[in-house]
């Protein structure tokens, strides 16, 4: 990770490597915070973070589910980011605002332990590199709705993430798919998924998987382009008969799949997957003035 100059934390700006918390806050140890991934862009007209306002507010209702009475608006938080990059002179880059608990408490119950708050930016490219990528259908399940709010990016979750992304890796896959507790697929340790047949997009509902904002824009893009999307549960052979698969996400962009398991896709990236991505990042980049008002441009 290349380092930046400054990082925000709970209304100041403070140098890198002094943004420090103390070893015993809440949050370090039992996993309870919330956070996003969100993308600023160069365009034609300067730096544009990518629907800012959306990733704040599905961050706010992240912390909602997590009882955190947050101490800075919506509003606040997205001058924040901005200010975080101009003070960083980031023009295409990465941001991670997290809501965490802080030192008070060793109870499970934080509430005596006070809601924190930090943003971060550094460059960074595409989390999963620019070619396909081949993926393992992971052992490891994702985390049941009934058991936590599944759908929210709560800190502990990702240690699902972390345990099926590491064995992927140790396989020789760049990555994994999980499964959801009915055997359906899910999505990918930190990316939606969706498969082309019959150049017809599929992905799998929401209510087991996280609401993506990429995976959101897919699907507002693909049927501006006159393809058919349905949200339908997949199983793995649906996966390993398509047509085209990728995943989407903040950080992944649009990355086609290749290969599931020991089953290879007729093409690396086929052509619709292409079409989208190609488009996707026309509209980051502010190339497209029907989606000008999913930037907010740093002025």
Not at 161 to 179: F, H, N
Not at 232 to 238: A, K, M
């Amino acid at each position: 990770m290349e380092k930046t100059d400054k990082i925000w934390m709970d209304g100041s700006f403070i140098d890198w490597d002094q943004a420090t918390i103390h070893v015993l806050s809440h949050t370090l140890h039992y996993g309870m915070g919330v956070f996003e991934g969100i993308r600023c862009y160069e365009t034609g007209s300067g730096p544009a973070v990518f629907r800012l306002e959306d990733h704040v507010k599905r961050m706010i209702k992240g912390a909602e589910c997590c009882m955190m009475r947050v101490p800075f608006s919506e509003k606040e938080i997205m001058n924040a980011v901005l200010e975080t990059l101009r003070v960083n002179r980031i023009k295409e880059g990465y941001i991670r605002p997290l809501l965490f608990y802080g030192y008070g408490t060793m109870s499970l119950n934080p509430e005596r332990s006070p809601v924190r708050c930090c943003i971060a930016v550094w460059p960074w490219g595409s989390y999963l590199g620019d070619q396909a990528v081949k993926v393992n259908i992971s052992p490891f399940m994702r985390i049941h709705p009934c058991s936590t709010h599944a759908d929210r990016k709560i800190c502990g979750h990702y240690v699902n993430s972390i345990l099926a992304s590491c064995e992927a890796e140790q396989e020789g896959y760049s990555e994994a798919v999980l499964l959801d507790y009915q055997g359906y697929i899910a999505e990918g340790p930190g990316e939606n998924l969706f498969i082309v047949k019959d150049s017809v997009l599929q992905t799998p509902p929401l209510g087991n998987i996280i609401p993506g904002i990429t995976r959101d824009s897919i699907i507002t893009l693909a049927f501006y382009l006159g393809y058919e999307v349905k949200e339908v549960q997949l199983q793995v052979e649906d996966l390993k008969n398509a047509d085209e698969a990728f995943f989407s996400g903040t950080a992944a962009e649009i990355t086609p799949i290749s290969q599931i398991d020991d089953t290879l896709l007729p093409v690396p990236c086929g052509e619709i997957t292409r079409e989208i991505q190609e488009q996707f990042m026309r509209i980051v980049r502010g190339k497209n003035e029907r989606y000008l008002s999913w930037l907010t441009f740093l002025k």
